[in-house]
């Protein structure tokens, strides 16, 4: 399959009550971010980034003997600016690059494929996988207009109608490599956090004109990302229950 994964692994635990990075947190006896590269890989990508940052040494040295490559984001400033990190080794891609956070070991292989093969038949500028869910709160969510993907708006930044929405966005997206790579600079920090949010793209892909895909997944928990001790645990679990 050709294109591109990059995946987000530059975070800090910091909801983990520890100075570990996140992605180096074990389940299953493994770091999170094996978890998470075994599927893309299984996947079929040509092509792996990590963008590393915190504790990019201990991370590095998790993925010796991979066949990835890893880039810097050092000061982190959102997942836009992590993905402006690794625009160098991107440059002259036309295939489509794949987007993922590193702290979502329970991703299937199949729903990656899935993800891409609709992506490509749809000539989409970017398809991202959603769930719904009873709460969501804390997450980005899924603006529609008409049915269309037109906005993420994160949650920290969404009024009250905004935050009533149940769909949210999983961090994990397909991009046409052109559109992102030129949809990249263009990226601002005008929000509350003063970060570059990936998600703008979203917004600057309907202001085009071009198509947005969102793909609800089945299972909420596959895209689930690691943020506590007992999402761990409960990864833990889930992961236990997927082996024959």
Same mark, same amino acid.
Request: proline fraction near 6%; aromatic fraction near 4%; include cysteine.
């Given at each position: 399959?050709?294109?591109?994964?990059?995946?987000?692994?530059?975070?800090?635990?910091?909801?983990?009550?520890?100075?570990?990075?996140? +992605? #180096?947190?074990?389940? *299953? $006896?493994?770091?999170?971010?094996?978890?998470? #590269?075994?599927?893309?890989?299984?996947?079929?990508?040509?092509? +792996?980034? *990590? +963008?590393?940052?915190?504790?990019?040494?201990?991370?590095?040295?998790?993925?010796?003997?991979?066949? =990835?490559?890893?880039?810097?984001?050092?000061?982190?400033?959102? !997942?836009?600016?992590?993905?402006?990190? *690794?625009?160098?080794?991107?440059?002259?891609?036309?295939?489509?690059?794949?987007?993922?956070?590193? &702290? %979502?070991?329970?991703?299937?292989?199949?729903?990656?494929?899935?993800?891409?093969?609709?992506?490509?038949?749809?000539?989409? %500028?970017?398809?991202?996988?959603?769930?719904?869910?009873?709460?969501?709160?804390?997450?980005?969510? =899924?603006?529609?207009?008409?049915?269309?993907?037109?906005?993420?708006?994160?949650?920290? &930044?969404?009024?009250?109608?905004?935050?009533?929405?149940?769909?949210?966005?999983?961090?994990?997206?397909?991009?046409?490599?052109?559109?992102?790579?030129?949809?990249?600079?263009?990226?601002?920090?005008?929000?509350?956090?003063?970060?570059?949010?990936?998600?703008?793209?979203?917004?600057?892909?309907?202001?085009? $004109?071009?198509?947005?895909?969102?793909?609800?997944?089945?299972?909420?928990?596959?895209?689930?990302? =690691?943020? !506590?001790?007992?999402?761990?645990? !409960?990864?833990?679990?889930?992961? *236990?229950?997927?082996?024959?």
């Amino acid at each position: 399959m050709s294109a591109v994964a990059v995946i987000l692994a530059a975070g800090k635990g910091t909801r983990m009550k520890s100075d570990r990075a996140k +992605v #180096l947190f074990p389940i *299953a $006896g493994r770091p999170l971010l094996l978890h998470v #590269l075994d599927s893309v890989e299984a996947a079929g990508f040509d092509r +792996v980034i *990590a +963008v590393v940052g915190h504790q990019a040494d201990r991370v590095r040295e998790v993925l010796e003997g991979r066949r =990835v490559q890893t880039v810097l984001q050092e000061p982190q400033l959102g !997942t836009g600016h992590a993905v402006m990190c *690794a625009a160098p080794l991107l440059q002259g891609v036309t295939d489509p690059i794949s987007v993922l956070a590193g &702290d %979502a070991p329970l991703i299937r292989p199949s729903t990656l494929r899935s993800m891409l093969e609709h992506h490509r038949q749809t000539g989409a %500028a970017v398809t991202l996988l959603s769930a719904v869910l009873e709460d969501p709160k804390g997450y980005g969510r =899924v603006v529609r207009k008409d049915g269309r993907v037109i906005a993420i708006v994160e949650d920290k &930044d969404a009024s009250p109608e905004e935050q009533a929405i149940r769909e949210i966005n999983s961090s994990i997206y397909a991009f046409d490599g052109p559109f992102l790579l030129r949809g990249l600079p263009r990226l601002k920090n005008e929000n509350r956090q003063k970060e570059y949010y990936l998600t703008d793209l979203v917004h600057l892909a309907f202001a085009e $004109g071009r198509r947005v895909e969102g793909l609800p997944v089945a299972d909420p928990m596959e895209v689930a990302g =690691v943020n !506590t001790v007992e999402q761990l645990e !409960t990864a833990e679990k889930l992961l *236990a229950e997927r082996r024959p």
